[in-house]
């Protein structure tokens, strides 16, 4: 497990470096350890190298995770995309949603956040690449929607999350960022009170830094190579 340590010091040696390069504020990005598949000993030790945000997309197996690693002080965010028949445990047992999309489902959370909790922070998921095989809402109908959420009870919107078309290039990388930071700032601008933005993954965390993201999902550069066993049915 000494591997998991040796890794996050990288990745945090290069969200520093990016920030610096973008003339940002050192820790003005957090990391979320994107922990789907790997084991509750994996979970463990990343929390000894000091790691403590951890994001799960199976709602069974993220169950199960998060009650063995009861004794420990975690954060857990749900990034998967989310059955409505599913929301009552998510909004019992997690912090965050990144992957909300439409109202309906934002609505549901709301009505199952236990009043003793704090507020659910959710992140409004936008689909910037327009691909019909990814979850989101048009970039076009984000901020309308943004703020019907906003104003839902048990519930924060905390900004916006996308997950960009692969691409190798970090001009064309950070082109796709730079189409939700944009959209962000018409969000604040246009007086919505919010301050997130996840965005950027293993291979494109310095191009999501470079404009604007203030969390970055990193799974396979912490944890290793991800298991290619579907589990259907879970989320």
């Known amino acids: 497990m000494?591997?998991?340590?040796?890794?996050?010091?990288d990745i945090h040696r290069r969200i520093d470096d990016a920030l610096a390069a973008s003339g940002r504020p050192a820790a003005s990005t957090r990391l979320?350890?994107?922990s789907k598949t790997f084991p509750a000993e994996a979970i463990r030790a990343a929390h000894a190298a000091g790691q403590t945000a951890f994001?799960?997309?199976?709602?069974?197996?993220?169950?199960?995770?998060?009650?063995?690693l009861a004794d420990?002080?975690?954060?857990?965010?749900?990034?998967?995309p989310i059955q409505s028949n599913k929301t009552r445990p998510i909004a019992e047992h997690f912090a965050?949603?990144?992957?909300?999309?439409r109202l309906k489902l934002a609505e549901r959370l709301s009505a199952a956040r236990p009043a003793e909790m704090p507020p659910l922070d959710v992140c409004?998921?936008?689909?910037?690449?327009?691909?019909?095989?990814?979850?989101?809402?048009?970039?076009?109908e984000a901020i309308v929607l943004a703020r019907r959420i906003?104003?839902?009870?048990?519930?924060?919107?905390?900004?916006?999350?996308?997950?960009?078309?692969?691409?190798?290039?970090?001009?064309e990388q950070r082109t796709q960022f730079r189409q939700l930071r944009e959209l962000f700032d018409r969000a604040r601008a246009d007086g919505l009170a919010i301050d997130t933005l996840s965005m950027g993954?293993?291979?494109?965390?310095?191009?999501?830094?470079?404009?604007g993201a203030t969390i970055v999902r990193v799974g396979s550069a912490i944890f290793g190579a991800r298991s290619k066993t579907t589990r259907e049915g879970q989320i």
């Open 2 to 9: 000494g591997a998991i340590a040796e890794a996050l010091q």
């Open 55 to 68: 994001g799960e997309s199976y709602l069974q197996e993220a169950l199960a995770k998060i009650e063995q």
């Open 124 to 140: 409004l998921q936008v689909n910037i690449g327009g691909e019909a095989s990814k979850g989101g809402v048009a970039p076009a």
């Open 72 to 80: 420990l002080e975690l954060e857990w965010h749900f990034i998967g």
């Open 32 to 34: 979320l350890a994107v």
């Open 201 to 211: 993954m293993s291979d494109d965390l310095e191009a999501a830094i470079m404009e």
């Open 150 to 171: 906003a104003a839902l009870p048990r519930l924060k919107l905390r900004g916006f999350m996308a997950i960009p078309r692969p691409t190798p290039g970090r001009a």
């Open 96 to 101: 965050w949603v990144h992957g909300v999309d």
